[in-house]
């Protein structure tokens, strides 16, 4: 880091000098026209050559000898990275079902479409500007999407109840399309430096609700899974066993609340701390009704019984991690404000 001291020049115009070796490694000389951006952060940027973004604007995917599972990863792995247009291009011609792939892909990448078509290239535009997305709502959004969820599979559960996994698995990918609508401008941030300024936010901010995002849509997947272990349940779980597991997802759920509305709100040190108490000890209830099951000291009934009820906590084990997550999120965030 180097220091410089502002100066006032005619008309009341500020300059500053930059420094020679910098200027000269990227061949700068007077009367060479630079790039200047100014941030709500309060930095200024400085580029050389490139505009803000332009290595963003556009990237060829070339797909000759790749499985259809493949492309869609290239697809999504374009998408995430925050490029505006994806051209995917084949040596020979694509066939249907990597038409058809590419096509699904697409509907389900917010703020994309197929843009242009040939035998040969398929060509996918981002329609959605960042000052169109709500980093704070998206959040909730994601939230409130896998504890409906939760809710949901927990009432299968207890009672037995088919088909609902089935039901749930389009909420779990709008949960997934949000989580990576955050992480796509996330990543964008890193090239293009004024896509926080359209977003509203701050670099770290858009960080810690990108984790976040992530977080949730993972609780969300975690209840189809409890949702899918009902499937394997003859007759509805005993009233003991099913008061023990209630509970156990009602405080996982809660904590996720809780942990969630910490960061949303910016909670002091001490309520993010709370956070990953309540966190903790959704955990430890979790784990007392695993060791219950274990020690067969709950009539859980035949075998089978036993196997769903045991895939199922496994997933809320995994969702009161993800609220240990969140909470941590919660914290570091709070103890950055803190020393702000």
């Given at each position: 880091?180097e220091?410089?001291?502002?100066?006032?020049?005619?008309?009341?115009?500020?300059t500053?000098?930059?420094?020679?070796?910098?200027?000269?490694?990227?061949?700068?000389?007077?009367?060479?026209?630079?790039?200047?951006?100014?941030?709500?952060?309060?930095?200024?940027?400085?580029?050389?050559?490139?505009?803000?973004?332009?290595?963003?604007?556009?990237?060829?995917?070339?797909?000759?000898?790749?499985?259809?599972?493949?492309?869609?990863?290239?697809?999504?792995?374009?998408?995430?990275?925050?490029?505006?247009?994806?051209?995917?291009?084949?040596?020979?011609?694509?066939?249907?079902?990597?038409?058809?792939?590419?096509?699904?892909?697409?509907?389900?990448?917010?703020?994309?479409?197929?843009?242009?078509?040939?035998?040969?290239?398929?060509?996918?535009?981002?329609?959605?500007?960042?000052?169109?997305?709500?980093?704070?709502?998206?959040?909730?959004?994601?939230?409130?999407?896998?504890?409906?969820?939760?809710?949901?599979?927990?009432?299968?559960?207890?009672?037995?109840?088919?088909?609902?996994?089935?039901?749930?698995?389009?909420?779990?990918?709008?949960?997934?399309?949000?989580?990576?609508?955050?992480?796509?401008?996330?990543?964008?941030?890193?090239?293009?430096?004024?896509?926080?300024?359209?977003?509203?936010?701050?670099?770290?901010?858009?960080?810690?609700?990108?984790?976040?995002?992530?977080?949730?849509?993972?609780?969300?997947?975690?209840?189809?899974?409890?949702?899918?272990?009902?499937?394997?349940?003859?007759?509805?779980?005993?009233?003991?066993?099913?008061?023990?597991?209630?509970?156990?997802?009602?405080?996982?759920?809660?904590?996720?609340?809780?942990?969630?509305?910490?960061?949303?709100?910016?909670?002091?040190?001490?309520?993010?701390?709370?956070?990953?108490?309540?966190?903790?000890?959704?955990?430890?209830?979790?784990?007392?009704?695993?060791?219950?099951?274990?020690?067969?000291?709950?009539?859980?009934?035949?075998?089978a019984?036993?196997?769903?009820?045991?895939?199922?906590?496994d997933?809320v084990?995994r969702?009161?991690?993800r609220?240990?997550g969140?909470?941590?999120?919660?914290?570091?965030?709070?103890?950055?404000?803190?020393?702000?």
């Amino acid at each position: 880091m180097e220091t410089r001291k502002l100066q006032c020049v005619g008309g009341g115009t500020y300059t500053v000098s930059i420094p020679k070796g910098w200027a000269t490694e990227h061949r700068l000389e007077s009367g060479t026209e630079v790039h200047l951006y100014t941030h709500r952060d309060g930095s200024i940027v400085l580029r050389s050559s490139h505009h803000d973004g332009e290595s963003l604007s556009e990237v060829t995917v070339e797909l000759t000898g790749m499985s259809t599972v493949l492309a869609e990863r290239a697809v999504r792995a374009a998408y995430a990275a925050g490029f505006e247009t994806v051209r995917l291009s084949h040596a020979e011609t694509f066939t249907d079902d990597q038409r058809r792939r590419v096509d699904h892909v697409a509907h389900h990448l917010t703020g994309t479409a197929v843009e242009g078509e040939g035998p040969d290239e398929v060509v996918l535009r981002s329609l959605l500007d960042a000052s169109d997305v709500s980093v704070r709502q998206t959040v909730v959004q994601v939230r409130f999407t896998a504890l409906s969820m939760y809710r949901r599979a927990t009432e299968a559960l207890l009672e037995a109840e088919r088909g609902v996994a089935d039901r749930l698995d389009d909420r779990r990918k709008e949960a997934e399309r949000l989580a990576a609508l955050l992480d796509r401008q996330a990543n964008r941030s890193l090239v293009a430096l004024s896509t926080v300024d359209e977003l509203g936010t701050s670099r770290p901010a858009l960080a810690d609700h990108d984790e976040a995002a992530s977080l949730l849509a993972a609780a969300a997947d975690d209840a189809v899974t409890v949702a899918t272990a009902a499937e394997g349940l003859e007759t509805p779980l005993p009233e003991e066993v099913a008061e023990a597991f209630g509970t156990a997802v009602d405080e996982t759920r809660r904590s996720i609340e809780v942990a969630t509305e910490a960061l949303l709100e910016g909670a002091s040190i001490a309520d993010a701390a709370e956070a990953l108490d309540h966190s903790e000890a959704a955990a430890a209830r979790v784990a007392a009704v695993d060791e219950a099951l274990r020690e067969e000291t709950l009539g859980v009934g035949e075998r089978a019984q036993v196997v769903s009820l045991t895939r199922a906590l496994d997933a809320v084990d995994r969702t009161a991690g993800r609220a240990a997550g969140l909470a941590e999120v919660a914290l570091r965030a709070a103890t950055r404000e803190a020393d702000s």
